[in-house]
């Protein structure tokens, strides 16, 4: 069977892990910054919509937005969160 898992980024920092965000050409679909940013928060949204979804559901519930992740937060981690790992 096919298993995965997501990085729930914000649970990992409230833990007290240092996370950066980075890209490589090998790992990912682009060696740009910016889209995986971008891709780090859609795919938190799509956490959400996983929670919607197996809720039955159709409100958004304050717990379901707990993984979501603003771009100002993506940047943070690709940035900030990056340097702080490095140390």
Do not use: Y
């Amino acid at each position: 069977p096919l298993l995965f898992d997501w990085c729930r980024v914000n649970h990992a920092i409230s833990l007290g892990l240092k996370v950066g965000l980075g890209t490589d050409v090998a790992g990912g679909i682009s060696p740009s910054m910016l889209t995986a940013q971008r891709m780090a928060v859609v795919n938190s949204r799509c956490i959400r919509a996983h929670k919607l979804a197996n809720s039955g559901g159709t409100i958004v519930t304050p717990e379901m937005e707990v993984d979501v992740i603003s771009w100002k937060e993506a940047l943070w981690l690709a940035t900030m969160g990056g340097a702080q790992v490095r140390q």
